[in-house]
């Protein structure tokens, strides 16, 4: 049994990978190529949004929103602790500083009741996270965010596909960031990302900074990097996305019937709460329950993969030591030793599931 089985998605597409790849090698535009383009003009239309700048991964999606939107030394990024190294530090790369904000307890996203208290005369933007597969509460983000005259960078790199009261992610604020990494709902077969965005404005400036900063060839007027999607990324990110909404679909059944079954046999454990308007990509099927670390070894003995999604807030990283205490957001930090998550793919079978589901209640009896 594998976590994440990308090689039952392969055989399904491998037809329509290798003919889009070769096209490409025929054709010899292996940057910023036509598959790109219709990338990100099938993306675009997919979130419900004007503008999607593809890019080289998830990182460069969150470093290029915030070069944009003009953050630099002194700013500070409201954000959550729970959550993947990369969202505290493209924000202290630019030299802006992580304010770091607890979760809600049931969802695990930032909790909009504790983000004015963050606010101060540095505060520039607030960024997010959709984590597990799950939007935040965007609404009242945003409604926080425009009161306070404050950009909204949402983190979307494991909720693509998700949708919010009937909204796609990564379409529900000034910018949306994902990640095309090859576990994720949507990913390729290396490194990729890309930012979404209805500001025409804002789409030129990201579309500059991921080439160098160029306006047009060997023309600078801002510094940027070299954050160009992959032609041969794009083309597998395209015949994947034939089976997408099928797979999105997919998700929710395995998500859904994870839930059901964990709750009938599994008492104490804790399963993944799914807000009301809100749908889920379950990027991963995170559950929570005691003593997680011995219950991974346990588990690991019955041939069950698991993996946890995060171990340790990034306010009690070391690079961080200057951003709060872990004590201060203490929601995250019970979270992130309680939280571990089970095998979870669009083919799972329900056969492998109820495997799973039984492991767990038989380690836990």
């Known amino acids: 049994m594998q976590f994440i089985d990308l090689k039952a998605q392969y055989r399904l597409i491998q037809a329509d990978v290798n003919q889009r790849i070769q096209t490409l090698l025929e054709h010899g535009q292996y940057i910023m190529g036509p598959e790109v383009r219709e990338l990100e003009a099938t993306l675009a239309e997919y979130v419900g949004v004007e503008h999607c700048i593809g890019c080289s991964s998830g990182t460069d999606a ?4 915030m070069m944009a939107l003009g953050i630099g030394p002194g700013d500070e990024v409201i954000t959550t602790p729970f959550t993947f190294i990369a969202t505290g530090e493209t924000i202290a790369l630019l030299g802006a500083v992580p304010v770091f904000v607890d979760i809600d307890p049931q969802t695990y996203n930032l909790d909009p009741n504790l983000i004015e208290a963050a606010i101060t005369l540095n505060t520039r933007a607030i960024m997010p996270v959709s984590l597990y597969g799950q939007c935040a509460d965007m609404d ?5 965010a425009a009161r306070h005259g404050l950009a909204v960078i949402e983190d ?3 909720s693509f596909g998700a949708s919010y009261k009937g909204r796609m992610s990564c379409g529900l604020s000034n910018i949306g960031c994902t990640s095309f990494f090859p576990s994720k709902p949507l990913g390729c077969y290396g490194d990729g990302g890309a930012c979404f965005t209805d500001d025409a404005e804002l789409a030129t400036t990201l579309r500059e900074i991921r080439d160098h ?6 023309h600078h007027p801002r ?5 160009r999607l992959d032609g041969i990324q794009a083309a597998v990110l395209l015949a994947k996305f034939e089976q997408f909404k099928k797979e999105v679909a997919l998700r929710a059944e395995i ?3 994870y839930t059901r079954l964990i709750n009938e046999q599994c008492p104490g454990v804790t399963t993944p709460h799914l807000t009301e308007g809100n749908t889920s990509v379950y990027a991963q099927y995170t559950i929570q329950a005691d003593d997680r670390d011995q219950l991974q070894k346990q588990l690991a003995e019955l041939e069950i993969p698991t993996a946890i999604h995060y171990p340790v807030p990034l306010n009690a990283q070391p690079v961080f030591a200057d951003c709060g205490q872990p004590e201060d957001t203490p929601e995250s930090l019970k979270l992130s030793q309680r939280v571990i998550s089970l095998p979870m793919h669009p083919y799972l079978s329900k056969e492998d599931q109820e495997t799973i589901v039984m492991a767990l209640q ?3 009896t």
């Open 62 to 65: 969150l470093l290029m929103a």
């Open 140 to 144: 009242a983000i945003n409604e926080i």
């Open 156 to 158: 979307g790199a494991q």
């Open 213 to 218: 900063g160029q306006d047009r060839r060997y």
């Open 223 to 227: 510094l940027g990097i070299n954050g």
């Open 255 to 257: 998500g859904g019937r």
């Open 362 to 364: 038989a380690v836990l």
